[in-house]
């Protein structure tokens, strides 16, 4: 009976298929949405991404809840009336048999568990908790887990998500409520989402010697007309106000049966240009009012934006790499959090004269940075051969 029971809880996980694509769960999401071969059935593996996780590199079970919603976002494949859309939907204890069976069998150690809206969002969180209570508490699994967080729940279910989890997202979809309200109409920007993850920030600073999940948001690009001024000022506040591990970037892709069917796919590199604005904003201390925009607010997409930048500002003014602090380092193209520590210890030896010196200490391209720098007071060579 039992057997028969698990068996069915599969084939209906396999029904599924890849229902997540477009959720992003790891630290790699470009890779995350490499599409399957088209074929007519799927099977529970095709839930099953290998990501890089907070924890290192996992084969995570990606999957929903529940594939029904009663929201309407015009850009997605299970809103409200979409007749294409497969529905189906887990028990908690049918969600928490399915993982342990794969973990059980070595096919998954982590879960990305999200759902669409059924009977509110308090309802649905409730599920998903409940689920991941089960699998950490009655089946003892202490690896990786993140959970999505439904619009405008309660503050204690926030707050038990983050106990339960590694990490947490909350997918704001747009930079501002003008362009949500044009994306997704049953949304509310502040109070259902933006709020969410403020409260994730006060609940980790309250609880500091917890061990609490962190948080994660998604923006639709390109849907609505949002520029990428909007959505990397948007970014840049999150960082520092709700203190995000990581903003995700979706090119929006039209799905047949949504009312934005008919609109034109976003380019696949303007999501890649915003991802490399984004690291400099989280990881390397720039301001948003430094980020090389156009006039219409968007980036170049021929450039990427730290070389768009140092060729506006360093040609003339280039950094001399023997006394540059860390900071100044890192606006050089070319030279990152390790390369620039690489720098550092090396100049304390003897000097950096020649680009084959850079490469010498594990700058893998320093060609690149010969417009940009001084080497001893001199600028080096640009032709020299290094390879």
């Not at 915003?274 to 170049?300: I, K, M």
Request: proline share 5%; glycine share 6%.
């Amino acid at each position: 009976m039992a057997g028969r029971l698990v068996s069915e809880t599969l084939t209906k996980l396999s029904q599924m298929g890849d229902v997540t694509l477009h959720e992003p769960a790891g630290d790699s999401p470009q890779a995350e949405r490499v599409r399957r071969s088209r074929k007519q059935e799927f099977n529970f593996s095709d839930c099953i991404a290998n990501l890089q996780t907070p924890r290192g590199p996992k084969p995570v079970l990606k999957t929903m809840m529940t594939t029904a919603c009663e929201r309407n976002c015009h850009y997605c494949v299970f809103r409200a009336g979409r007749a294409k859309t497969k529905r189906v939907t887990f028990s908690p204890d049918e969600m928490a048999t399915a993982f342990d069976t794969l973990e059980s069998a070595g096919k998954v150690d982590g879960l990305f568990l999200s759902s669409g809206i059924i009977k509110g969002s308090v309802t649905t969180q409730d599920k998903i908790i409940d689920t991941a209570e089960i699998i950490r508490n009655k089946l003892g699994y202490r690896g990786y887990i993140h959970l999505k967080i439904m619009p405008g729940i309660e503050y204690d279910q926030l707050y038990r998500s983050m106990q339960l989890a590694d990490r947490i997202s909350v997918n704001l979809e747009a930079p501002t409520s003008e362009r949500l309200a044009a994306l997704a109409p049953k949304k509310v920007f502040v109070e259902e989402l933006l709020q969410m993850l403020m409260w994730a920030q006060e609940i980790r600073s309250d609880n500091r010697h917890q061990k609490l999940a962190s948080s994660v948001t998604q923006f639709v690009v390109g849907a609505v007309g949002d520029t990428d001024l909007e959505l990397l000022t948007m970014s840049d506040k999150l960082y520092r106000l709700a203190k995000l591990a990581r903003v995700y970037y979706s090119a929006f892709s039209p799905v047949p049966g949504t009312p934005f069917e008919d609109l034109p796919a976003t380019e696949a590199l303007r999501e890649f240009r915003l991802y490399q604005s984004s690291f400099l904003l989280r990881d390397y201390t720039w301001d948003v009012e430094e980020l090389p925009f156009l006039r219409d607010g968007n980036l170049r997409a021929d450039v990427d934006p730290k070389q768009a930048w140092a060729d506006e500002n360093l040609l003339h003014q280039p950094i001399e790499v023997m006394t540059a602090e860390r900071e100044k380092l890192l606006r050089i193209p070319g030279v990152g959090p390790v390369g620039a520590d690489a720098i550092i210890r090396s100049r304390r030896r003897g000097d950096l004269t020649e680009l084959i010196h850079l490469k010498q200490i594990g700058i893998r391209t320093p060609h690149r940075l010969a417009r940009y720098v001084l080497l001893n007071g001199r600028q080096p060579a640009r032709q020299l051969k290094l390879f």
